[in-house]
Structure formats: C-alpha cells, structure tokens
C-alpha cells in the first residue's frame, strides 16, 4: 500500500471551488457559443432566465440575467437555434458549470425566419390574422396618425405623396423602428392613438399608418414582434402597414387591416387623387343634370300632349255661365214673392193677438216683481242688524282683552329702553331708563337697581310660629 502523501497542500471545499471557478473564468473569459436551447419555460419570478444550450453531443447550462435579459432584442425562445455571446463560470453550490449570457443572437437567417414562422403560427391560430376582423380604411379621412420615426425619409415621402394626392391632417407620433426598445415604443404608439378621446385637445386619427424604409430582417425585427402584431390587431383605427419595401414581409403586414408595399403605397392607400375625385364629382354633376334635364324635357312633352287632349276654358264655362244669367234673372221676381208671402203670414199671426191678454199677464208679472223687491229689502235689513250685533260683541270682547282694561284697574305697565315689556325684576338693572304706562298717560324713571323680594304667605300670616286657622 502507499504511503499517504502528507506534502501535499490541503484545500477547504470552498477554497477549491473557489480555486476552480477562478481557473475556468481566467481560461474562458468570452465565448461565442451556438446551440439550441432547450429547458426554457420563461424567465424566472426574479426576471433572470435559465436554460440549456445543446447539440447532438453535449449540453451546458446557461444563464441570462435581469438587466442583460431585458435589453435583449431577440429573447430566448425553446427549439431556437443561436449564438450566445459570454463569460464561462462555475456554480459552487452543485459542482457545476455555466454559461452567464450577454448577448443572443439568432444562429443564421433560417433561424429567424423559423422563428417569424413560428410566431406567425401562433398567432394565426388565436384568429388576429382573420378576414372577418379586417376593418374598411376610411375613403377620406380627416386626421391620419403616422407611426415612423421623425428623422427619416418615411415621413418626408408620406407628407409628400399626401399633399399631392389629398392634403390631410397629419399627427405624427415618433417612436425608434429599429434597435432595443424599439417594439415596445410602436405598440405604445398604437395604443395611443386609440386611447385619444374624440373631441380631446388632439384629435383622435380615423386612419393609422405604421411605415418604416426598407432594411435587413435585423433591421425589421421590431415589426415581428408579438407586441407589436397584437396592439395592430387590437387597434379599433384602421390600421395600415407601409414596412420596407415589396418583398419585405413582417407580422405586422398580417395583423393590420391593409398591407401596403412601401410607405408612399400606404400614403396613396390613405386618401384619394383629389383632382380625380374633383373630376369625377363633376362628371357624375353633369351626368345628373343631363339626367334631371331630359326628365323635365319629357315631363314638359307629356303636359303639352295632355293640354291639347283637353278643352279650352270657353268651352268648360260656356255652359254654368248660361244657367247662371238666368238664375240671376229670376231672383228678384223670387225675393219680392218670398217678401210677400212672409208678410202675409205675419198679417195673420197678428190678428190673432189678444192684446188685452198680454195686459193682464203684464200686470200679474209687475205684482210678481213688486214682492220681490219688498221681500228683499226686509232680507238686507235683517242681515244687517246680525253682522252689527256681531261687530258689537267683538269689539266688547276686544275691550275686555285688551291691556289697556288692565291699567285702568290700577295696574301699570314697564317697559326698557327698546320699549319691550319687561316681565320679572331680575331685569332690571342700576340705573336702566324705564318708561312707565299707566292708564291715564306714561312716565319716565330711572331704576335704583334695589330689588325688593316677594313676600311668602307665611311672611303675610303674621309671624314664623302662627299656625293655620284651618
């Protein structure tokens, strides 16, 4: 058996994972490493992600922590094929070792192009790519918003192609089309729009133009983004596509409600040629005056053929104009019959009169009124003397309540300086002005502020110790 080797230097567990882990990160400092990755179900509760990179050899764990996850423009997905960009470490607390991740980055253009695809997929299948949902782009709009960066040719083309066809209201929210963050600021800008109020302080577009200049599928990416295709599916403005050029396809171009080859096709798609639309407005004008025009001609033909089919107004009032001259003719003849044969009728009717009848109904009926008049005037008289026996007790009893009934019995009435009365001694203080009412007249006087206290019934008996007579 051999001898133990008693030289050699003895490590803690932590000294020689420290040892190790600082070994493997001098030796392996950067490394660009391509693999699929494969165990990734999403970042964690803390924001970090953790995976593994695999090939039909081997497998290595890898993790991407918070801050470098979030500015990662193409995020980890599981099945995708990439270059990861970082340093090789060791983690002491299992013995093993890990790639931490900086960057990521698709492993060739089949790589993005299988993950646009697989996007594409998973979108179509929850139905934001479908027909039905596609809404109809205003014919012209009043205010057209243009998602696009500010400083490129886009939107120097857009408000170009607008003012040539149909100048238009233009609000233009600038966002980056390209680079980190890029995505998030495009849905933010569509969301925006929409959340306008109608008949806010900015005016709420009827038409959206989301348009970017022709580039790589890097350049594009922000366009593929899920984020990005879902705000343009939930936009409630009609929303059309202008990114890149012909041949350049991104989700965006399926999620909007028209796809236009580039952004001057989206502008043209916006409004109409307005010396075409002038034109045409003018043409169907005439047409309809040429229409309104013949229509008058042929309605004017049909009463000139119906004015000849009818006779003239001689011919109409020849004959009720004859019956009435003889009508007129016979009138007077007529009133002077009619005169005489009523008052014939009267002769008669007076004859029968008994004039010494209507005396006697005369006289009984002025008898009737005399009666009347008699019996009236007894009726006032009497009412009369009621309502002044009545007058007469009201106003005795007015006298008996009255005050003034009271200070003729020998009693007085005291009132302050604000001519109130005052009802007990305790408000009467030194040197108060009184004014004294008696029943002949008043009479000033000031008060000495002495109060006098009332005398009980025992005080008026005649002593403390008198009893009761009774």
Same mark, same amino acid.
């Given at each position: 058996?051999?001898?133990?080797?008693?030289?050699?230097?003895?490590?803690?567990?932590?000294?020689?994972?420290?040892?190790?882990?600082?070994?493997?990160?001098?030796?392996?400092?950067?490394?660009?490493?391509?693999?699929?990755?494969?165990?990734?179900?999403?970042?964690?509760?803390?924001?970090?992600?953790?995976?593994?990179?695999?090939?039909?050899?081997?497998?290595?764990?890898?993790?991407?922590?918070?801050?470098?996850?979030?500015?990662?423009?193409?995020?980890?997905?599981?099945?995708?094929?990439?270059?990861?960009?970082?340093?090789?470490?060791?983690?002491?607390?299992?013995?093993?070792?890990?790639?931490?991740?900086?960057?990521?980055?698709?492993?060739?253009?089949?790589?993005?192009?299988?993950?646009?695809?697989?996007?594409?997929?998973?979108?179509?299948?929850?139905?934001?790519?479908?027909?039905?949902?596609?809404?109809?782009?205003?014919?012209?709009?009043?205010?057209?918003?243009?998602?696009?960066?500010?400083?490129?040719?886009?939107?120097?083309?857009?408000?170009?192609?607008?003012?040539?066809?149909?100048?238009?209201?233009?609000?233009?929210?600038?966002?980056?089309?390209?680079?980190?963050?890029?995505?998030?600021?495009?849905?933010?800008?569509?969301?925006?729009?929409?959340?306008?109020?109608?008949?806010?302080?900015?005016?709420?577009?009827?038409?959206?133009?989301?348009?970017?200049?022709?580039?790589?599928?890097?350049?594009?990416?922000?366009?593929?983004?899920?984020?990005?295709?879902?705000?343009?599916?939930?936009?409630?403005?009609?929303?059309?596509?202008?990114?890149?050029?012909?041949?350049?396809?991104?989700?965006?171009?399926?999620?909007?409600?028209?796809?236009?080859?580039?952004?001057?096709?989206?502008?043209?798609?916006?409004?109409?040629?307005?010396?075409?639309?002038?034109?045409?407005?003018?043409?169907?004008?005439?047409?309809?005056?040429?229409?309104?025009?013949?229509?008058?001609?042929?309605?004017?033909?049909?009463?000139?053929?119906?004015?000849?089919?009818?006779?003239?107004?001689?011919?109409?009032?020849?004959?009720?104009?004859?019956?009435?001259?003889?009508?007129?003719?016979?009138?007077?003849?007529?009133?002077?019959?009619?005169?005489?044969?009523?008052?014939?009728?009267?002769?008669?009717?007076?004859?029968?009169?008994?004039?010494?009848?209507?005396?006697?109904?005369?006289? &009984?009926? /002025?008898?009737?009124?005399? =009666? %009347? @008049?008699?019996? #009236?005037?007894?009726?006032?008289?009497?009412? +009369?003397? $009621?309502?002044?026996?009545?007058?007469? &007790?009201? /106003?005795?009893?007015?006298? =008996? %309540? @009255?005050?003034? #009934?009271?200070?003729?019995?020998?009693?007085? +009435?005291? $009132?302050?300086?604000?001519?109130?009365?005052?009802?007990?001694?305790?408000?009467?203080?030194?040197?108060?002005?009184?004014?004294?009412?008696?029943?002949?007249?008043?009479?000033?006087?000031?008060?000495?502020?002495?109060?006098?206290?009332?005398?009980?019934?025992?005080?008026?008996?005649?002593?403390?110790?008198?009893?009761?007579?009774?």
């Amino acid at each position: 058996m051999d001898e133990p080797r008693l030289n050699i230097p003895e490590w803690t567990v932590s000294e020689l994972a420290a040892a190790l882990k600082r070994t493997v990160e001098d030796a392996y400092p950067y490394v660009r490493v391509r693999g699929e990755i494969s165990g990734f179900r999403g970042p964690h509760s803390s924001g970090h992600a953790y995976f593994a990179l695999k090939d039909e050899g081997a497998r290595i764990d890898a993790v991407i922590w918070r801050a470098a996850y979030a500015r990662m423009r193409i995020k980890p997905e599981e099945g995708l094929e990439v270059i990861a960009t970082g340093r090789l470490t060791t983690y002491p607390g299992r013995s093993t070792y890990q790639l931490v991740i900086e960057t990521l980055e698709p492993s060739g253009l089949g790589a993005l192009m299988a993950l646009v695809e697989q996007r594409k997929n998973k979108l179509a299948a929850e139905g934001l790519f479908d027909e039905a949902r596609k809404q109809l782009l205003p014919y012209l709009p009043e205010v057209i918003g243009v998602v696009t960066s500010p400083h490129g040719a886009v939107i120097r083309d857009i408000l170009h192609r607008l003012a040539d066809r149909f100048p238009r209201r233009v609000l233009v929210w600038p966002v980056r089309v390209q680079g980190e963050g890029a995505a998030e600021e495009i849905a933010a800008a569509i969301r925006g729009f929409n959340a306008l109020p109608a008949g806010g302080p900015a005016p709420r577009p009827d038409l959206i133009i989301v348009a970017r200049g022709g580039g790589s599928i890097e350049d594009l990416w922000a366009f593929n983004e899920e984020i990005v295709a879902r705000a343009a599916a939930e936009s409630l403005i009609a929303l059309i596509s202008g990114v890149g050029h012909e041949t350049d396809v991104t989700l965006i171009d399926f999620a909007a409600d028209k796809r236009a080859p580039t952004p001057t096709a989206a502008a043209e798609m916006a409004v109409p040629v307005r010396a075409e639309l002038i034109a045409r407005v003018e043409s169907l004008g005439g047409r309809a005056f040429a229409c309104w025009r013949r229509s008058h001609d042929h309605r004017r033909s049909e009463l000139r053929a119906a004015a000849r089919a009818l006779p003239s107004a001689e011919e109409l009032l020849a004959l009720p104009r004859q019956r009435l001259d003889g009508i007129a003719a016979r009138l007077p003849r007529a009133l002077i019959a009619n005169a005489r044969l009523h008052r014939a009728d009267f002769s008669r009717c007076a004859a029968r009169l008994d004039v010494a009848l209507l005396g006697r109904r005369l006289t &009984r009926e /002025g008898e009737r009124v005399t =009666a %009347l @008049s008699a019996r #009236a005037t007894r009726g006032i008289s009497v009412l +009369l003397h $009621r309502h002044a026996a009545n007058v007469e &007790r009201a /106003g005795q009893l007015l006298e =008996a %309540l @009255s005050y003034q #009934a009271v200070l003729r019995r020998g009693f007085a +009435l005291v $009132r302050g300086p604000d001519a109130r009365p005052l009802h007990s001694a305790a408000a009467v203080t030194s040197g108060l002005r009184l004014d004294i009412e008696f029943a002949d007249g008043r009479v000033g006087a000031t008060a000495d502020g002495k109060v006098i206290p009332k005398r009980t019934r025992r005080d008026r008996s005649g002593g403390p110790d008198q009893g009761s007579l009774f």
